[in-house]
């Protein structure tokens, strides 16, 4: 259980030092017409995409997630929705930093991390649930959503006070794309020096 127990650890420590390569690096693309703007349209759509997920995701899981399996909605076309989207955020972030360095090195970590993190959650999942769960993998795939699987009920219970803080955290990719235009401001201004420049 070593991924998951130290999932939020690493998030912090790796998105600490995207934060400082964003601050301290320019971007080589910004110069080039169309590219710079395109990066940071795509990456608002994506993060905007992520918010979204994660907080349908937070529906069916609010109140849920330990006392039964939950398989409807996000969760009937992929058994870790929340992780996909969150990748998909850290990936808008990478290019609303207007660069194609930083998306590259979210999608690598996430990639090294988030199997081990799956892994460790399936395990405890199979303990807890058995032969139900064992079930589920077989229909359901682990990490890309498979769409024409998708099923749910007309009516949901919610726990909405768990709802609320899933609703506040989706809330902090619209502030890390805040910052990163801040970062960016302060560097036009020379407030920030600017080190060297990353694609």
């Given at each position: 259980?070593?991924?998951?127990?130290?999932?939020?650890?690493?998030?912090?420590?790796?998105?600490?030092?995207?934060?400082?390569?964003?601050?301290?690096?320019?971007?080589?693309?910004?110069?080039?017409?169309?590219?710079?703007?395109?990066?940071?349209?795509?990456?608002?759509?994506?993060?905007?995409?992520?918010?979204?997920?994660r907080l349908w995701c937070a529906v069916y899981i609010s109140g849920h997630k330990d006392s039964r399996l939950v398989k409807e909605g996000p969760y009937s076309i992929s058994r870790n929705p929340l992780?996909?989207?969150?990748?998909?955020?850290?990936?808008?972030?990478g290019l609303a930093s207007e660069t194609l360095l930083l998306p590259a090195l979210i999608i690598l970590g996430f990639a090294l991390w988030y199997p081990g993190v799956i892994r460790d959650e399936e395990?405890?999942?199979?303990?807890?649930?058995?032969?139900?769960?064992?079930?589920?993998?077989?229909?359901?795939?682990?990490?890309?959503?498979?769409?024409?699987?998708?099923?749910?009920?007309?009516?949901?219970?919610?726990?909405?006070?768990?709802?609320?803080?899933?609703?506040?955290?989706?809330?902090?990719?619209?502030?890390?794309?805040?910052?990163?235009?801040?970062?960016?401001?302060?560097?036009?201004?020379?407030?920030?020096?600017?080190?060297?420049?990353?694609?």
């Amino acid at each position: 259980m070593f991924y998951a127990r130290h999932r939020s650890e690493f998030s912090r420590v790796f998105g600490i030092g995207i934060l400082l390569l964003s601050l301290f690096c320019g971007r080589m693309l910004e110069n080039v017409p169309g590219v710079s703007d395109s990066l940071y349209f795509i990456g608002v759509i994506l993060v905007g995409a992520a918010m979204m997920g994660r907080l349908w995701c937070a529906v069916y899981i609010s109140g849920h997630k330990d006392s039964r399996l939950v398989k409807e909605g996000p969760y009937s076309i992929s058994r870790n929705p929340l992780y996909f989207c969150n990748m998909v955020g850290g990936v808008g972030i990478g290019l609303a930093s207007e660069t194609l360095l930083l998306p590259a090195l979210i999608i690598l970590g996430f990639a090294l991390w988030y199997p081990g993190v799956i892994r460790d959650e399936e395990t405890r999942l199979l303990r807890q649930f058995g032969a139900e769960f064992e079930r589920y993998c077989h229909v359901t795939p682990r990490f890309f959503p498979r769409l024409s699987l998708f099923h749910a009920p007309e009516t949901y219970s919610v726990n909405t006070r768990v709802f609320g803080r899933e609703l506040l955290r989706s809330f902090l990719f619209i502030g890390v794309l805040g910052l990163l235009e801040q970062i960016e401001a302060l560097q036009e201004i020379g407030i920030i020096s600017i080190v060297g420049k990353i694609w």
